[in-house]
């Protein structure tokens, strides 16, 4: 006998709704000695970062447990941060699951996705324009075509020159992250922020996130994400764990090791210059680190770095000018406080931690 339909809907509603409060759960809470660090090095490694002006926020993540987190008053963990340019590797993990559907390929021709906005006698330049050399920053610009006013259209970008070989000449390129962005929205029907909600949002718990869009309509991709602080540790650990989230592969792990590793050189002078941290070659939207680890990072400070070697991520999001400080922070004081083994428990050292990052205040920049 087939169980009534009023018992299946309410089934399906517990269903979606025992699925919904899991995914939205919070990140486990964990002391600092119980992975591994002394609640001392995470006091002297957030009293460095309160010497910039302006950091608003900091997690850190080891082992999948938050031990550390901050805001900088008047900031807070309920406070959506904007993402400026870390925006870019939300915009490629879209790009990693339309290629697991099969909607596009890496080799795939950019000019495939826009018959009716491409000039009327494209170079040899632009016609061999890959999905790979937007991810990697190598479209063939030797300038950057600059946004202006978030007025992105693919036309636009279509019709400036490709004097390059694409997949030769690594220039950091924000309109080539709409064009992901937009070729996303061709396969899908949905903004990258709508394709994103069912696949990746929602079973992390990211609620209500919000990205601006273009007068075409796709989301801006490059930059114009806002979530909050423990949204971005998530995507962080999400990463950091190959793709798999309670125990569901989101994301596959081939994509997770391609997108993250070095694709292409970027040591010349486009953003070498703020310091070493940016000559360690580039992936799929994510920047390479010293010491094997990997970041999205976005204008003024936003940082989601992942540290394989070290099970740990460190997010912080910011307004400031200070991206190697806040790098070196973590090289230089963090990262040597990680053990491989759990330390005894500091009640005196976390007492002083919960009340160091109590009483932060963002100050001013300096003039």
Not at 206 to 234: C, F, M, Q, V
Request: aromatic letters at 8%.
């Amino acid at each position: 006998m087939n169980p009534p339909s009023c018992f299946l809907t309410a089934l399906s509603i517990f269903v979606s709704t025992s699925f919904a409060t899991r995914a939205a759960q919070p990140l486990p809470r964990s002391t600092p000695e119980a992975q591994g660090v002394s609640s001392q090095a995470v006091c002297d490694f957030i009293t460095e970062l309160d010497k910039i002006d302006t950091l608003h926020s900091v997690m850190i993540v080891r082992h999948g447990s938050v031990i550390a987190e901050a805001w900088w008053n008047p900031e807070s963990a309920d406070t959506p941060h904007v993402l400026w340019s870390l925006s870019k590797s939300f915009t490629s993990t879209a790009v990693g699951l339309a290629m697991a559907e099969g909607k596009l390929g890496l080799d795939d021709p950019v000019l495939k996705f826009f018959p009716d906005d491409a000039p009327a006698q494209p170079s040899e330049n632009l016609k061999a324009m890959k999905v790979r050399d937007l991810l990697t920053m190598t479209c063939g610009h030797e300038q950057e075509l600059k946004i202006q006013n978030h007025q992105a259209t693919a036309k636009e970008f279509l019709a400036h020159p490709v004097p390059m070989k694409p997949g030769t000449h690594f220039q950091y390129n924000t309109y080539g992250s709409y064009m992901l962005s937009a070729i996303v929205s061709k396969v899908s029907g949905d903004t990258v922020l709508e394709y994103l909600k069912p696949r990746l949002f929602d079973p992390l718990g990211i609620e209500n996130p919000t990205w601006d869009s273009s007068p075409e309509g796709p989301s801006l991709g490059g930059y114009g994400l806002y979530l909050r602080t423990e949204d971005i540790a998530k995507f962080g650990q999400l990463y950091l764990q190959m793709g798999l989230w309670n125990g569901k592969q989101l994301l596959p792990a081939a994509w997770v090791a391609q997108a993250t590793r070095k694709q292409v050189p970027n040591d010349g002078k486009s953003h070498a210059k703020i310091g070493i941290d940016w000559q360690q070659g580039y992936g799929f939207q994510f920047w390479r680190c010293t010491h094997e680890a990997y970041r999205g990072d976005g204008r003024a400070g936003q940082l989601c770095v992942v540290i394989p070697a070290q099970d740990a991520v460190v997010v912080m999001t910011a307004d400031a000018n200070a991206f190697q400080q806040q790098l070196n922070a973590i090289w230089d004081i963090l990262l040597p406080a990680f053990s491989d083994q759990a330390l005894p428990e500091d009640a005196t050292a976390l007492a002083k931690l919960n009340e160091l990052t109590a009483k932060l205040v963002a100050h001013p920049k300096n003039p």
